[in-house]
T-cell receptor, first 114, second 115 residues
Framework: DAGVIQSPRHEVTEMGQEVTLRCKPI?????LFWYRQTMMRGLELLIY????????DSGMPEDRFSAKMPNASFSTLKIQPSEPRDSAVYFC????????????FGSGTRLTVV | AQSVTQLGSHVSVSEGALVLLRCNYS??????LFWYVQYPNQGLQLLLK??????LVKGINGFEAEFKKSETSFHLTKPSAHMSDAAEYFC?????????????FGKGTKLSVIP
């Protein structure tokens, strides 16, 4: 089991540029989550997919953020245009269900927008 | 909305000493409870979870946590700290009930282990 795989591990981009973060969930997991971690706000849920369908995107900060899950083995989080305040660590997590199962997190993408 | 409070953003213990990290939740109905650990520049790893079975839950790396409904607490303990335990620890909750998915994290407690 390779775990949840995220790429890239680090991304430095200039303000205004488009950024795409990628996630490959654990095979067989039907729930996928994107989280953002910052010093100020801690860990926040951005969006939740179930069976590739977005169920809850209420945590997406604004229209500059979008997420897709075209199939069960791939998801993207896109920021366009990026701003310095988007600098954070973005985590993807997956699970075979919800409730008390617990989620498996990837190693995260550290995004720096200059 | 569910919330979780971790007392102490930083805790320091000597190697070999007891580790106690505190977590309290706010919910009239006991939620699902979790402890995650985050090592520097890494993702979050599940240590243990409470899902309404045994109140004393054993996890990986010698950690355990006890669910106390009367105190709305789920404190994490380890009898003897090791240098490798130095990391940040997060308590998290999901509301109990079918279909619940909102995993809410506490602010985290950074554990330092002094040789």
């Amino acid at each position: 089991d390779a775990g949840v795989i995220q790429s890239p591990r680090h991304e430095v981009t200039e303000m205004g540029q488009e950024v795409t973060l990628r996630c490959k969930p654990i095979s067989g997991h039907n729930s996928l989550f994107w989280y953002r971690q910052t010093m100020m706000r801690g860990l926040e849920l951005l969006i939740y997919f179930n069976n590739n369908v977005p169920i809850d995107d209420s945590g997406m900060p604004e229209d500059r953020f979008s997420a897709k899950m075209p199939n069960a083995s791939f998801s993207t989080l896109k920021i366009q245009p990026s701003e310095p305040r988007d600098s954070a660590v973005y985590f993807c997590a997956s699970s075979s269900g919800t409730g008390g199962l617990g989620y498996t997190f990837g190693s995260g993408t550290r995004l720096t927008v200059v | 909305a569910q919330s979780v409070t971790q007392l102490g953003s930083h805790v320091s213990v000597s190697e070999g000493a007891l580790v106690l990290l505190r977590c309290n939740y706010s919910s009239s109905v006991p939620p699902y409870l979790f402890w995650y650990v985050q090592y520097p520049n890494q993702g979050l790893q599940l240590l243990l979870k409470y899902t309404s079975a045994a109140t004393l839950v054993k996890g990986i790396n010698g950690f355990e946590a006890e669910f106390k409904k009367s105190e709305t607490s789920f404190h994490l303990t380890k009898p003897s700290a090791h240098m490798s335990d130095a990391a940040e620890y997060f308590c998290a909750v999901i509301p109990s009930g079918a279909g619940s998915y909102q995993l809410t994290f506490g602010k985290g407690t950074k554990l330092s282990v002094i040789p």
